[in-house]
């Protein structure tokens, strides 16, 4: 079988987030902390924000989209009861970012988020506690709902393994998506799904296999019900609101995605292979060498070899 272990190698290094692209957002996320902390201090002194990084960022999983776009999930919270609204605590964020870029934060659903337009992206999620109770987080219209997202971080933590081999996965799953897009799901998802996959399987120590070894987990827990629950509160299904057009979307994606996976892994050629996977993975992916896998072509010859040995009219 052809080997693109090391494509893979090269495929993760171009869809991960690099020093300067981290740099900046780091630069940005800290003049956003600044700007909030004084808005506060100056608006509303009796909220005082204290802040979470979150997410993939903090999971190490963060990929640049085709669009050359990341993002970091900067999470506020408060330490005391909130006497708004959770909309109107959001615009309070809102007001106090407003102005950092040329472009104008979007009030999300879930977020406020300020767009460095070209380059990333930094969400700002909204939560309050109080003793004895959980993280409460503001949701657009809808008021607070319990949401940890620490606790989140804390369940992949114990899921990682010391080679990086999970987080990679994840990432090639995310990159993805993002080729795919048309509602693929989102990177929460894809690390819920990856992670609970890999309980099932032996990590190998070529990329390629796998990969397709957990995507086919991925199915073959998918079949037996199409969920995906967050292991962490509020322990909602990712699924759940998912028509059965968008369902079917994915699940066809996915087979889509193992029968090619199989094909490259049959291959011999390694540029055929490549070209496999990136029929889903996209045009970051490389292309492979036009050759023949040594591997198999001496084992192959060996074996020929061998044949024509135990064969004394062969040569005749």
């Known amino acids: 079988m052809a080997n693109c272990h090391s494509l893979f190698q090269d495929f993760h290094e171009d869809i991960s987030i690099g020093k300067s692209k981290k740099d900046r957002m780091m630069n940005s996320k800290n003049g956003l902390r600044k700007r909030i902390r004084k808005w506060f201090k100056d608006n509303h002194p009796d909220y005082e924000p204290k802040f979470y990084i979150q997410g993939s960022y903090k999971m190490k999983t963060g990929i640049r989209t085709k669009d050359d776009i990341c993002d970091l999930d900067d999470g506020i919270y408060f330490f005391r009861e909130p006497d708004v ?32 337009s070209g380059d990333y992206e930094i969400d700002h999620p909204i939560y309050y506690k109080v003793d004895g109770q959980n993280y409460r987080l503001a949701v657009k219209n809808n008021g607070f709902e319990d949401s940890d997202p620490k606790e989140m971080v804390d369940w992949f933590n114990k899921q990682k393994d010391v080679d990086g081999k999970l987080i990679r996965h994840v990432k090639y799953l995310k990159a993805w998506c993002d080729n795919k897009r048309n509602k693929m799901p989102n990177g929460l998802a894809m690390t819920i799904l990856a992670s609970n996959a890999k309980t099932k399987i032996v990590l190998n120590s070529r990329d390629d296999i796998t990969l397709k070894d957990i995507l086919k987990e991925i199915k073959k827990a998918l079949n037996i019900k199409f969920e995906c629950i967050v292991p962490a509160v509020p322990n909602d299904d990712l699924f759940a609101d998912y028509d059965e057009t968008r369902q079917t979307n994915f699940l066809t994606a996915l087979d889509n995605f193992i029968e090619d996976a199989e094909k490259a892994l049959r291959e011999n050629n390694q540029l055929t292979a490549s070209k496999l996977w990136r029929k889903h993975l996209g045009n970051r992916f490389p292309e492979g060498e036009d050759k023949e896998d040594e591997s198999r072509s001496q084992h192959a010859a060996a074996i020929a070899a061998g044949a024509a040995k135990s064969n004394p009219w062969a040569s005749e």
Do not use: M
């Open 85 to 116: 609204t959770a909309t109107t605590l959001q615009t309070w964020v809102w007001n106090a970012v407003d102005g950092y870029t040329s472009t104008t934060p979007e009030h999300r659903k879930k977020c406020i988020r300020s767009i460095f």
